[in-house]
């Protein structure tokens, strides 16, 4: 199985900070088609998770442009701009190069 | 409205048996592959199954392999998860989920149902 190992594993950030979360995969995330499979998600306090980032970089619909996602590989970033209050809860990478899928541990970020 | 509403979660003994379902809406639900996502209480996310659209193709963790059953009816609009020989660890919150792209852009999540497995 591809592990997925997130660092910090915790973030205390003040608004209008920036902040950045790193993603590694045990291998490389790109596939023959050439697309890196390399998902980002978000779960609020008391939420299902919800979708931010596909293929390292593309933000789903209705994400705010202050989340970007970068990275190629084996290594990867999920970068906010500029923190708001309303972004607090726990990021998840998650890797489907193959199965099974697996999610990092997580990153719970709070806002100081 | 693009939705995804679990039911039927529950106190189970070990050894016991549950069936899960998942209705979906406001989207054309025999398109797409569909996901079980569990996570235990306080911990972090995990797959544990995945089916094509048509149902043929079935893909499972190696955790829930020959103990769990996914399914689906397209004509009820409904995605099911067939659990049997439950164990402790099985206690968690299951999450349905499409797949937007068949290659894990999960963009509609449940809100879940809590699975407790106990004596």
């Known amino acids: 199985d591809t592990v997925m190992t997130q660092t910090p594993l915790s973030l205390s950030v003040t608004p209008g900070q920036p902040a950045s979360i790193s993603c590694k995969s045990s291998?490389?995330?790109?596939?023959?088609?050439?697309?890196?499979?390399l998902y980002w998600y978000l779960q609020k306090p008391g939420q299902p998770p919800k979708p931010l980032i596909y293929e390292v970089s593309n933000r789903f619909s209705g994400v705010p442009d202050r989340f970007s996602g970068s990275g190629s590989g084996t290594d990867f970033t999920l970068k906010i701009s500029r923190v708001e209050a309303e972004d607090v809860g726990v990021y998840y990478c998650m890797q489907s190069i193959q199965l099974p899928r697996t999610f990092g541990q997580g990153t719970k970020v709070e806002i100081k | 409205e693009v939705q995804l509403l679990e039911s039927g979660g529950g106190l189970v003994q070990p050894g016991g048996s549950l069936r899960l379902s998942c209705a979906a809406s406001g989207f054309t639900f025999s398109n797409y592959v569909m996901n079980w996502v569990r996570q235990a209480p306080g911990k972090g996310l995990a797959w544990d199954s995945a089916?094509?659209?048509?149902?043929?193709?079935?893909y499972y963790a190696d955790s829930v392999k020959g103990r769990f059953t996914i399914s689906r009816d397209n004509s009820k609009n409904t995605l099911y998860l067939q659990m049997n020989s439950l164990r402790f660890e099985d206690t968690a919150v299951y999450y349905c989920?499409?797949?937007?792209?068949?290659?894990?852009?999960?963009?509609?999540w449940g809100q879940g149902t809590m699975v407790t497995v106990s004596s």
């Open positions: 989920a499409k797949d937007r792209s068949g290659r894990g852009a999960f963009d509609i």
């Open positions: 291998q490389s995330l790109l596939d023959r088609d050439g697309k890196t499979y």
């Open positions: 089916i094509s659209p048509g149902g043929a193709n079935t």
